[in-house]
């Protein structure tokens, strides 16, 4: 079965403090993607690896950066965590061009 | 960027109605895809489309391709309250290296 897993389903930061968002996917997918989802505002792509330590900006990378050492490992880091970061945030792989993406059950973060 | 428009926004039916939400876009796309997020989950494949015109059903969901690739709806049949949630679609385009374009939602309520 297709399993997409996230580090955590809730986290508490301070504001300035320094953020890793953990994902993993046991599927061998050459795509992972961070999606960042606001009431409203539907899902927007924060950045997509196509390959490991190969990384592209999405529509709203500021703020965050992404490291992609291993292909199973796609990690999403907020260097200065500000109180507009709050969010969910969606993890997803997928294996190749037209292939669908499964989505992680989320991290919902609140920062203080 | 791409942009997609989904309505309705929200929705809120009597169980056993039938439910019709949409995507336009400005744009063709090559493949449209229908997500289902239940509340604290990441989105969920229900529906993939490949073909323009193409019209596909999963038990009670039907879905189509429109015939100008620009527009896809989806239907669901005899609603029950387990269709609660929020229906994103997305489109894929063929030089776009895998990622979806994701339309803001349908949030489906289904009372009793």
């Known amino acids: 079965d297709v399993k997409v ?12 403090e320094k953020v890793f968002l953990e994902c993993v996917q ?6 992972m993607f961070w999606y960042r989802q606001d009431p409203g505002l539907g899902l927007r ?3 997509f690896s196509y390959d490991v330590k190969m990384k592209e900006k999405g529509d709203i990378p500021e703020g965050y950066s992404v490291s992609r050492e291993k292909k199973e490992r796609f990690s999403l880091i907020l260097e200065s965590a500000s109180t507009n970061q709050t969010s969910m945030y ?5 294996g190749g061009t037209f292939q669908t993406q499964y989505f992680g ?3 919902r973060l609140l920062v203080l | ?21 949409n995507c336009t876009s400005s744009s063709i796309f ?17 529906i993939a489309l490949y073909k323009a015109g193409e019209l596909t059903s999963n038990g009670r969901l039907t879905a189509q391709f429109g015939i100008t690739r620009k527009d896809s709806f989806l239907n669901i049949s005899a609603s029950i309250p387990s269709d609660v949630g929020i229906y994103f679609c997305a489109g894929q385009l063929a030089t776009n290296a ?13 009372k009793p």
Not at chain 1, 5 to 16: A, D, E, M, N
Not at chain 1, 26 to 31: A, G, Q, R, S, T
Not at chain 2, 4 to 19: A, H, K, R, T, Y
Not at chain 2, 30 to 46: A, R
């Open chain 2, 1 to 21: 960027g791409q942009q997609l428009n989904q309505s309705p926004q929200s929705m809120f039916i009597q169980e056993g109605e039938d439910v019709s939400m």
């Open chain 1, 26 to 31: 046991d599927m061998d997918h050459e795509n």
């Open chain 1, 105 to 107: 059950p989320g991290t």
């Open chain 1, 5 to 16: 897993t996230q580090s955590s389903r809730y986290l508490v930061k301070r504001t300035g």
């Open chain 2, 30 to 46: 090559n493949t449209w895809l229908w997500y289902k997020q239940d509340p604290g989950e990441g989105p969920v494949l229900l």
């Open chain 1, 45 to 47: 792509l924060i950045y």
């Open chain 1, 90 to 94: 969606l993890c997803a792989s997928s």
């Open chain 2, 98 to 110: 895998g990622k979806s374009t994701f339309g803001d939602g349908t949030t489906l309520t289904v």
